[in-house]
């Protein structure tokens, strides 16, 4: 059984950081693609990072491109999201998510949540102004 389990949300004040990481167990990660997405109140799911399974190539969307980093540990089974000079606009539920491919064909399918077969739970941010 895969399961992902995300940590280090929490709250902050605009203009602040914050790291998730995301562990996995019951499969390598090796070979998959890692991704982030958010969900804010009211919104629908979002993409905002992925990162190839062996870190060659990354993905972001546009609204954190420049303030997020996407990376990975594959010895530890873990997806991390550094999240730089944060704006209310980031408050939302964020959730890792392992990708069906280690690499994507387009970067229409890496952002896709279709192309991902596990998820986690999620762990809030919640940024004020």
């Known amino acids: 059984q895969v399961q992902l389990v995300e940590s280090g949300g929490g709250s902050v004040q605009a203009g602040g950081s914050l790291r998730l990481s995301c562990v996995v167990s019951?499969?390598?990660?090796?070979?998959?693609?890692m991704g982030w997405f958010r969900q804010a109140p009211g919104m629908e799911r979002e993409f905002v990072a992925v990162?190839?399974?062996?870190?060659?190539?990354?993905v972001y969307s546009d609204s954190v491109q420049g303030r997020f980093t996407i990376s990975r540990d594959n010895a530890k089974n873990t997806a991390y999201l550094q999240m730089n000079n944060l704006t209310a606009d980031d408050t939302a539920v964020y959730y890792c998510?392992?990708?069906?491919?280690?690499?994507?064909?387009?970067?229409?399918?890496?952002?896709?949540?279709?192309?991902?077969?596990?998820w986690g739970q999620g762990t809030q941010v919640t940024v004020s102004s």
């Open positions: 990162v190839s399974g062996l870190s060659s190539s990354r």
């Open positions: 998510a392992k990708a069906i491919w280690g690499m994507w064909d387009s970067g229409a399918a890496a952002r896709s949540g279709n192309y991902y077969d596990y």
């Open positions: 019951g499969r390598p990660i090796t070979s998959y693609a």
